[in-house]
């Protein structure tokens, strides 16, 4: 028993002696890394800012040579299409896009040599373009609107309202003007929660 006490009060002294000598340690952050902030911004003049982390959003699909006339561009080149992040999600929930979503279109040169490559094409360094389609209802009376990046790091024009790409979204997007019918892992989202446009399921027979 006396051997037991003693071994007690030891053990008391030295957690006591321990927490004199130790301050209390800074409790861990509970969100260490920073979640990135979307870059929805607009220049004075009307501008938009690029949109420098796309390529850290999802990434939706790629097309190749895809040409919404009958002649196709000479050079074979790569589409490849991100969505931020928030978008995304909003969309699997409800199959339809929220305020404030950018879908970033990426053109690149298309490769066919290089390395062990003996067939087909792979995407080249070069960039060939960059444009956004954003969805901003309180800045633009149609919702959205397209802008053209001449570089990564150069401001986006503003494409304007008479744009062909406004009325060819309209006629042929199939999910609030958006071109989901190109985006594989979202048109099956888009079809089980009821939201493929009217105009769309009249164009390619698609079920809701």
């Given at each position: ?7 007690n009060?030891?053990a008391a002294?030295?957690?006591?002696a321990?927490?004199?000598?130790c301050?209390?340690?800074?409790s ?8 990135p902030a979307?870059?929805l911004?607009y ?7 690029p ?7 999802i990434?939706l699909?790629?097309g190749?040579?895809?040409s ?12 490849n299409v991100f969505v931020?992040?928030?978008a995304?999600?909003s969309?699997?929930r409800?199959g339809t896009?929220p305020?404030k ?5 990426e ?6 040599k290089?390395s062990i490559?003996?067939h087909g094409?792979?995407?080249?360094t ?15 009376p149609g919702?959205?609107?397209f ?6 790091t150069s401001?986006?024009?503003?494409f304007?309202?008479?744009a062909s790409?406004y009325?060819?979204h309209?006629a042929?997007g ?5 071109f989901?019918q190109?985006?594989?892992t979202l048109?099956?989202?888009?079809q ?5 446009s009217?105009?769309f399921?009249?164009?390619?027979g698609a079920?809701?």
């Amino acid at each position: 028993m006396l051997t037991s006490l003693g071994a007690n009060v030891s053990a008391a002294y030295l957690i006591a002696a321990f927490t004199l000598a130790c301050p209390e340690m800074p409790s861990a952050p509970t969100d260490a890394v920073p979640k990135p902030a979307l870059e929805l911004a607009y220049a004075p003049n009307g501008e938009m800012l690029p949109p420098t982390n796309y390529r850290e959003w999802i990434y939706l699909s790629s097309g190749v040579d895809m040409s919404y006339t009958a002649k196709p561009a000479d050079m074979t080149m790569f589409d490849n299409v991100f969505v931020n992040p928030d978008a995304y999600k909003s969309f699997v929930r409800t199959g339809t896009w929220p305020d404030k979503t950018m879908i970033v279109l990426e053109t690149r040169e298309a490769r066919n040599k290089g390395s062990i490559s003996q067939h087909g094409h792979f995407q080249g360094t070069n960039l060939m373009g960059l444009e956004v389609h954003v969805k901003d209802t309180s800045r633009f009376p149609g919702q959205w609107a397209f802008f053209d990046f001449a570089s990564p790091t150069s401001n986006g024009t503003l494409f304007p309202p008479s744009a062909s790409c406004y009325s060819c979204h309209r006629a042929h997007g199939a999910v609030d003007t958006t071109f989901v019918q190109f985006y594989p892992t979202l048109l099956p989202v888009a079809q089980s929660k009821g939201t493929l446009s009217p105009e769309f399921v009249k164009e390619s027979g698609a079920a809701q």
